[in-house]
């Protein structure tokens, strides 16, 4: 363990330095490369230094000097030729227009209108980072163009080029198609290919050729004699395809590595000039005569669709059904590795996939490339089960996915969103150098966890996903001597995880610094400013205070760029932070839902049916059964809201306690367990197990003043041959009242428990504690055993039958501490059931609300009555404003007066009543016998309180006798 820790931290100061030194060597080489540029002859370079001079901005967006020395292996003097190079072509293939952009096709760039109309033919296709489609039958004849249109129409080609690294180090991939034989211009190869070798940093890694089956051999020979000196490359890179129909063109191509989606329709691809190319025209700027975006479609459609019948009309919200057709067959080339976990949650989760990261999402980042965002969302779901593990498949919400820690992660602080811009966008902030754990690995995996929250967040915002995040670090140089290595190693860890599987495009990042003033400062901005750029790979810009007026400038900075003052960082005197974050995110969860305890709201029952669904049938037998013959009963939602009140929103502790639940239901009820739970004799319960019920040896009694539910055990009523099974249901069925007050899912319920035979207490133990309470949503609050010592004699002897050894017996067989955990659990031996009365009224009971066994004022009639509001409520019957106040005692739901009624649900209704009538008439003899055991009971106690009082009285008397006796006449 110390070993891998150490090996651990010493990879993580490698990853440090590592980022450290890239910063200083690419500065050292931007340094070396001007040193070079200034050993040029002034005259070689003087189109270079008149664009520094006029447009310095284009000179670093256009032609980017890293590019330049990536693609001369970091030879300063060949990149720098190269770029001097570049300047000088292109002032000489464009004139006075080569200072303005190359990449505008809206008519005010570098391009004229008839560059532009030679573009939108769509003969030369970017389709993807590197790929380049040619498609020779839809360019115009050659006599109808200008050779320096068509160069110009080259160079803007190779500048798209040229913006992609990957072209300057790998090399790009062309396909050219030849529907038709048309002839090239030499002089236009010529010049096109002196261009491409000498000024742009672009490699070609292939050239495909795509044949009709009876083109001719003599042009084909011709053909690759052009290309060859067109591109300046040998033919050995060249692959030529003779293809009758483009789904042979497709099959021959995917093998070199080239996507569907970055293949025209006329290859068998999935790229459609009418919807990807209207999109890349729009994006850099083309506009129609009428000047609209349906112009423009109409437009550049009306040429580009010549080189196939198909047309997308189908095109909504930049994704259309073409481009997701394209998406599944880039998913079906991936690996099954690769993609195993996405796999999994669309077979379990298909929901979930399609609402918190649904695939026309990441499409649209990738710019509808197929390929790279079915990579990016298989590598969001391998992240997310990394991370989540179990939980990955629940929904991203504080109480489902995050887990127990959630709430925690979101309040420390190190990630949480602000107010948005004036603009729409979200805007993030990050407190990085805060730390959530002293685990790295936790650590890490609280903030992997934050990232996939976060991101939840940004994807339901659309004009984020469109134009962007802003994002706001806060640095302190306080905290910077406290920077430990393995926080860097995280951080970049979680960078390289966020541009992996994120479809979120950074829309600038602003680095808040709080400055002391000291020499240090200059280095460690350096430091942070490559740090921040190498992670999040956009523009990164700093700003830094000290002070009260750097502060107020830095607020005003940010009023400009849409973010008010009122929106930032309360750290920098904003009124945003963690805890009103977490805040605003507990209202969004818990939005329209009011319980007494937890709340619960509709996301954590989803959560819950996710969960249920991922767990193995042969786990949930029972459930499946039940869902199948009565599914208002399995998936009735007040049931399962009980089970997340009581796991605390814990969605797969809650799925895996209510499969559990059923199966005791089935082991218990049999064939009867899909029935509702009452005691109507129509549901679970059979007419033995109501019997056992109406002895009330099981009554439940009036809430106690702080809410709870009480539950009073007294097994002293049982007959010995009463069915442990009916038994063991009966419980089952009172547990499940106790489940409908919400207190008893948090606090618990209250249990009243009088002694009585050793032998109850074991079957006791074993139904209640070992098989029915642990897959019940509810908690034993505090256990009261009650025990009577009529003769208190009795307690000053322990041989083995006295009450104190009775109960020392009890509470060793029913191990309370260990079934029902922290519970206060109170003993009480009353000398009377008067003793016993105070006792309990000590612990906030009343004498209205218990037995008579203790000396409440409930009797056996009361019981009866009990039973019969709770059949009343169970078979929907409506119960009058006096009955109602007794059920109110009982947290018994009052049934609705149904004012309309069918001649049908009349005819039922008296049939009911007609029951509970019968039953009520049935019951009369026990209710007798029962109130003369009262009877006795009192008169028992009157009698011994009489005996007692007499023994007293006798005891005064023999004194005063004594004392007669003793007194001299």
């Known amino acids: ?61 256009e032609s980017d000097p890293m590019q330049f020395l990536h693609f001369a292996n970091f030879n300063f003097w060949s990149a720098a030729e190269r770029l001097v190079t570049y300047w000088e072509k292109r002032r000489e293939v464009f004139g006075e227009r080569a200072f303005l952009p190359l990449l505008d096709l809206s008519g005010n760039g570098a391009l004229t ?147 569907p989606s970055a293949l025209p329709l006329s290859l068998g691809g999935t790229y459609n000039l009418g919807v990807d190319f209207v999109r890349f025209l729009i994006k850099l700027g083309f506009t129609s005569r009428s000047g609209n975006e349906s112009s423009v479609m109409c437009d550049a459609s009306s040429i580009s669709l010549t080189s196939s019948t198909h047309s997308d009309h189908d095109f909504a919200g930049g994704v ?35 609402d918190e990261s649904p695939p026309t999402l990441f499409m649209e980042f990738s710019d509808c490339d197929a390929w790279a965002a079915a990579t990016r969302l298989c590598n969001y779901w391998k992240h997310r089960f990394h991370v989540f593990g179990d939980r990955a498949l ?82 302190s140089e306080i905290e910077i001597p406290l920077i430990d290595p393995r926080w860097i190693a995280n951080l970049i860890r979680s960078g390289k995880m966020f541009k992996e599987c994120f479809p979120i495009r950074p829309a ?27 992670l999040l790979g956009d523009p990164v810009n700093i700003h830094v205070y000290s002070d009260s007026q750097s ?33 605003r995110q507990q209202r969004e969860e818990n939005r329209n839902i009011s319980s007494v305890a937890t709340e619960v709201n509709k996301s954590a029952i989803k959560a819950m049916r996710t969960a249920l669904s991922c767990i193995q049938d042969g786990s949930k037998v029972a459930y499946l059964e039940a869902a199948n013959k009565c599914p208002n009963i399995a998936d009735q939602e007040s049931v399962w809201e009980c089970f997340l009140r ?20 089935k082991e218990l009820f049999g064939d009867r367990a899909v029935l509702p739970l009452n005691q109507t004799f129509e549901g679970v319960l059979e007419r033995k197990d109501v019997a056992v019920l109406q002895t009330g040896y099981f009554m439940q009694l009036p809430c106690v003043e702080s809410g709870e539910s009480v539950l009073y055990v007294d097994g002293t009523k049982l007959q010995r041959s009463s069915s442990s099974l009916s038994r063991a249901r009966c419980k089952f069925y009172m547990l499940s009242i106790m489940a409908e007050n919400p207190l008893s899912q948090t606090r618990g319920f209250n249990l009243l428990y009088f002694l009585s035979d050793p032998s109850f207490d074991r079957v006791f133990k074993d139904h209640f504690f070992e098989t029915i309470l642990p897959v019940m949503p509810i908690r034993v609050n505090h256990v009261h055993v009650l025990a009577l010592n009529m003769n208190s004699r009795d307690a000053s002897h322990d041989d083995g039958h006295s009450v104190e050894a009775r109960l020392k017996e009890t509470m060793h067989i029913l191990d309370f501490q260990r079934s029902v ?99 009520r008439k049935r019951e009369r003899e026990r209710m007798s016998l029962e109130s003369l055991q009262e009877e006795a009971m009192e008169q028992t106690d009157r009698n011994r309180k009489l005996q007692r009082q007499n023994e007293v009285l006798q005891n005064l008397l023999e004194k005063a006798n004594d004392l007669i006796k003793n007194t001299p006449l």
């Not at 001719?216 to 000196?229: E, M, P, T």
């Not at 936790?442 to 134009?467: C, G, Q």
């Not at 808040?512 to 190498?534: A, E, H, T, W």
């Open 1 to 61: 363990m110390f070993y891998a820790a150490t090996q651990n931290q010493q990879s993580s100061q490698d990853d440090v330095k590592a980022a450290i030194s890239s910063f200083f060597f690419q500065r050292r080489a931007l340094e070396q490369l001007r040193d070079s540029l200034t050993l040029i002859p002034l005259q070689k370079q003087s189109a270079y230094r008149e664009a520094l001079v006029r447009c310095p901005q284009l000179v670093e967006t």
């Open 113 to 259: 209108a008839e560059d532009v109309q030679l573009i939108v033919t769509g003969s030369f296709l970017l389709t993807a980072e590197d790929t380049v489609v040619v498609d020779r039958s839809l360019e115009p004849e050659c006599a109808e163009l200008s050779i320096e249109s068509q160069i110009r129409r080259n160079v803007f080609l190779y500048q798209l080029l040229a913006q992609h690294q990957v072209v300057a180090m790998q090399g790009c991939k062309f396909v050219v198609r030849y529907k038709r034989f048309k002839l090239m211009d030499q002089r236009v190869a010529a010049k096109s290919s002196e261009i491409c070798t000498t000024a742009f940093p672009i490699r070609i890694k292939a050239v495909h050729m795509v044949f009709a089956a009876d083109f001719q051999l003599g042009f084909i020979q011709n053909a690759v004699s052009l290309l060859c000196k067109l591109w300046g490359m040998s033919s050995c890179n060249l692959f030529l395809h003779h293809c009758e129909t483009p789904e042979l063109a497709l099959m021959k191509l995917v093998p070199h590595g080239l996507l």
């Open 320 to 354: 259309s059904a073409r481009h997701m057709e394209s998406f599944k067959e880039a998913m079906n080339l991936l690996p099954d590795t690769d993609k195993s976990a996405y796999l999994l949650a669309m077979q379990r989760v298909p929901d979930l996939v399609e």
């Open 394 to 475: 629940l929904p991203l919400t504080l109480k489902g996915a995050m887990g127990p820690d959630g709430e925690k992660a979101a309040g420390v602080g190190v990630h949480y969103l602000l107010q948005n811009d004036k603009y729409g966008r979200t805007v993030w902030c990050a407190e990085s150098f805060l730390k959530m754990d002293s685990d790295p690995e936790v650590d890490y995996n609280m903030r992997a966890k934050m990232y996939f929250y976060i991101a939840s967040k940004i994807f339901k915002n659309p004009n984020s996903v469109r134009n962007g995040v802003i994002g706001i670090p806060l640095i």
């Open 508 to 534: 600038g990042t602003q680095v808040i610094y709080k400055s002391s003033g000291g020499p240090l400062s200059n280095i460690v901005i350096s430091i942070f400013l490559r740090l921040y750029s190498s």
């Open 551 to 583: 502060l107020k400038q830095l607020q005003e900075k940010f009023e400009a760029i849409g973010i008010t003052k009122e929106g930032l960082p309360k750290k920098v005197g904003g009124q945003q932070g963690p805890a009103e974050f977490l805040s």
């Open 646 to 665: 009581f796991t605390d929103c814990d969605a797969t502790k809650a799925a895996t306690m209510y499969a559990n639940y059923w199966e005791v239901r």
């Open 821 to 919: 955990g922290l519970c206060s659990v109170d003993a009480h031996i009353g000398t009377s059931r008067e003793d016993l009365l105070r006792r309990l009224v000590s612990h906030g009971y009343s004498k209205e609300g218990l037995p008579k066994t203790v000396f409440g004022e409930l009797s056996f009639d009361d019981f009866v009555k009990w039973q019969e509001l709770r059949v009343r409520y169970e078979w929907g019957l409506f119960t009058n404003s006096r009955e109602q106040e007794q059920s109110s005692k009982y947290l018994i739901p009052r049934n609705k007066l149904l004012l309309h009624e069918e001649d049908s649900e009349k005819v039922e209704r008296k049939r009911r009543m007609t029951i509970i009538l019968s039953r």
